[in-house]
């Protein structure tokens, strides 16, 4: 059974904007640090944001600051990726992974995530 399980992807036009969401499946993750991360065609998974699971700490990469919101319902056990002024360099297989170390701080590494979903698409037209 996939822990996570993400949805909300899409096509979507140059300058447009998808709200992407990432649920818990099976298990909670509401004391979990989450991240989102990307993989484009050729290339290896890039980290794009993550929450902590306690406060709401969040955290970006450079490339997502200022257009990307990450955000979290604890309630529904539900991660959010709201994506605004979108590229075609956008263009990717968008994960969300959880650490199962509730003690670290949200981290930009692959490695430190335990458990993933299987992704979902966005492609961002010109």
């Known amino acids: 059974q996939v822990p996570l399980v993400e949805s909300g992807g899409g096509l979507v036009q140059s300058g447009g904007s998808l709200r992407l969401s990432c649920a818990a499946s099976?298990?909670?993750?509401?004391?979990?640090?989450m991240g989102w991360f990307r993989q484009a065609p050729g290339k290896e998974r890039a980290f794009v944001a993550a929450?902590?699971?306690?406060?709401?700490?969040?955290y970006y990469a450079d490339s997502a600051k200022g257009r990307f919101t990450i955000s979290r319902d604890s309630a529904k056990d539900v991660v959010y990726l709201q994506m605004t002024s979108l590229k075609p360099e956008d263009t990717a297989v968008y994960f969300c992974?959880?650490?199962?170390?509730?003690?670290?701080?949200?981290?930009?590494?692959?490695?430190?995530?335990?458990?993933w979903g299987q992704g979902t698409q966005v492609t961002v037209s010109s």
């Open positions: 992974a959880a650490d199962g170390d509730s003690s670290r701080y949200p981290s930009r590494y692959v490695s430190h995530y335990d458990y």
């Open positions: 929450i902590s699971g306690i406060g709401g700490n969040t």
């Open positions: 099976g298990r909670t993750f509401s004391s979990s640090s």
